[in-house]
């Protein structure tokens, strides 16, 4: 006798794995709220939380998190306080180099934001933001994109053109390409339009890119543009 065939199909796929979110702040409330907006969402879930920086450290390398959303400062210290969150992002970083950070405060200050991104934060925004859109930044910085707070952009720009000391020692590193690559870089190009200008393969520009964030001793892409930002303005003395 014939075997039956799966009704579901012996070929169909499996759920994808939930994406993994940790969560740093140390007011349990905001935390309680955020791990229950998160976990209403079938693609996300909650493997772990902290109230401090110490806790964050502990934990979340043992639950490996693709994402972590983590508060800028942590105690009392107010608006004036210190930016301990960003540490946090830093060190989770260096130990899980593929964790992307999602940095999350109340206070709007371009000095975190900066620090952020070179930090290697993936995502900034306020907690001001509505529960969709920080459902809809977590599954961004998730995908490998960054994702800033509207406005952010222009305000790092705006730091840049402050005084700014020389370029990394890292930069005499690159090769004439590779320093093309990241001027292109800093100008908002996708891997496929520098490689569309560069006439190269879009596989040769990822290895490329690669090897610029290496040698410059960032992690991320962004900071990289930073980086050129600051190069383009000393340059041409804007």
Known sequence: MPETADPAGSDAAEPAEPIGVFLLDDHEVVRRGLRDLLDAEPDLRVVGEAGNAREAIARAPAV???????????????????????????????RLPGLACLMLTSFDDDEALFDAIMAGAAGYVLKQINGSDLVSAVRT??????????????RVMARLRGPQPSGPVELERLSPREREILQLI?????????????????????????????????????????????????????
């Open 186 to 238: 800093g100008e908002g190009l996708t891997n496929r339009q520098i490689a569309e200008r560069l006439f190269l393969a879009e596989k040769t520009v990822k290895n490329r890119i690669s090897s610029i964030l290496s040698k410059l001793g960032v992690g991320r892409r962004i900071q990289a543009a930073v980086i050129a930002e600051r190069i383009r303005e000393r340059e041409t003395g804007q």
């Open 64 to 94: 490996r998190p693709r994402v972590a959303v983590l508060d800028v400062r942590l105690g009392s210290s107010g608006a004036g306080g210190d930016h301990e969150g960003i540490e946090v992002c830093r060190e989770l970083r260096a």
């Open 141 to 154: 910085v998730a995908g490998g994109r960054s994702m800033l707070d509207p406005g952010a952009t222009a």
